[in-house]
């Protein structure tokens, strides 16, 4: 279930009554006892109750001077005792079930650092979403590996050491600046470069972060346009932002397949030489249009010179971690790393991708304004590939037998206006995100027009319509990260095929959607959906290479943790063991 964490402030200590207190005095009872037993006791009697008088009173002074004397706790005990109490929360139930009424709540610490991914330090007012958004989703679908949390705080450490304007850095980019490469600089980089719509974007980020994490490089990001007004620093205390008077930041929009520090085409050339040291940087060209000499990237090979590169700047619109697992020099790291293969999105982005205070406050006012009192969030992710606006009537007939025939919504009774209320009806409601809003006022109305046959209320909301992709508009950008985020914080999910967009949604909430199958000649597919393998997004653009054979193979026969997509069937994903069919 989903929980919605509020803070109730637990007042401690308090004492009894005078007359409880006066119940506790052995003395006064056994004074009053003795007065009343002494005309009918013998002599011998009365030795012993005084022999018994005495040994109690010794005991209660010897028991007082031990309390006295013991060492008081210390700060750290205290501290901690009013951490305990102060962090205890009353969790509201918000999955699938009724409301819980406030007497049975369940008290329940919020996981702020969401399984030791995170690491405690940072400025909370500097970017509220960094720990609130364990308030709001339902926690990590799996138990990070104690390895990965290692080698996060590891990297911490290197960039931190590395990062931009540190004297490391400083020393690799006027050797950068001056073509003098010294071979012992302590700090190698890899720039990621700011290219395509949002989601790409994204998956493009924790893609480039893992390999950074298995070449021990540093990864520093182009703010392009608008990405500081998206996401807060991961990192602490150093930058994750390349500067502005970055010596190659001029060429970054030019650099394409046919530059000379191009990769691919300096092994086109079979120009690399062997004998002179490499060079200070390098291009790699990892876009859908990569021919194969780039796509060499992905063979142990190559790796083992690029790795002598103190500079890789790299341009994709691909999330290509899953041919890094088919490459066997990394392949131990990524066993130790990721147990469960289908969590590499999920924990990393996690990790690195929060939203700004302004994104951040788009995701909570609308979630508690129309999300947050559901039994039940539906999140439907629309994307329609398509020249002309829309809406289409095959596209709404493919939603609707979906979530219908997979019990994701209830039908509606359109024989009878109105239906027995239910004392406590469930709730379900339905975040939509789409360019068109006519999807959104058909479900809309359908809801409102016609009673459901199972009682259930349910609400359709849709936070924003802009008809068309603007990648280049700030607060475009901004409602997309938003609407992603929201999605991601359903119960259950349907996305749409080939879209980056639900991608982001699924991995962030550690979903596996109903993925929608793409329409062929404007007909709604049958079946409408099937529902995912795993939560990871698909590589939609893999190589085909067997590095070693060096000819062409199905890369989705190799491992048994590498499988074609589901909704793209020449696309790779990471599947886990428990999936496998």
Known sequence: MKRLITIRNVEGGGGGSDDALKNLNPSSDLETHSYSEKKNTTLPLMRLMGFFLVSF??????????????????????????????????????QGVNNIPSDSAVEEPIDKLIGGLLTDGFDERSCLSRYQSASYHKGLSAKPSSYLISRLRKYEALHKKCGPYTESYNKTVNEL?????????????????????????????????????????????????????????????????????????????DFNQKSEKCYGKILKNNSVASSTLPPSFLYLHLVHDYDDEDKLF??????????KVPWLLVKTDNYFAPSLFLMPSFEKELNDLFPNKETIFHFLGRYLLHPTNNVWGLVVRYYQSYLANANERVGIQIRVFDTEPGPFQHVLDQILACTLKENLLPDVNRDEDTVSPSESPKSKAVLMTSLNAGYFEKVRDMYWEYPTVTGEVVGIYQPSHEEHQQSEKQMHNQKAWAEMYLLSLSDVLVTSSWSTFGYVAQGLGGLKPWILYKPENRTAPNPACRRAMSMEPCFHAPPFWDCRAKRGIDTGELVPHVRHCEDMSWGLKLVDRDNFD
């Open 57 to 94: 009173m010794l005991f209660s002074v010897l028991f007082s001077i031990s309390v006295v004397l013991r060492d008081p706790p210390s700060d750290a005990v205290l501290e901690a005792s009013h951490t305990t109490t102060t962090t205890a929360t009353t969790v509201f139930q918000q």
């Open 298 to 307: 992905f063979c142990d090979e190559q790796q083992h010179f690029l790795k």
């Open 177 to 253: 600046r001056s073509g003098q490469f010294s071979e012992s600089s302590p700090c190698k980089y890899v720039v990621w470069i700011s290219f395509s719509g949002l989601g790409n974007r994204i998956l493009t980020l924790a893609s480039a972060f893992l390999y950074a994490l298995l070449t021990d490089r540093v990864l520093l990001v182009d703010p392009g346009k608008d990405m500081v007004d998206l996401f807060c620093e991961p990192f602490p205390e150093v930058s994750w932002f390349l500067p502005s008077d970055f010596p190659l930041k001029g060429q970054f929009h």
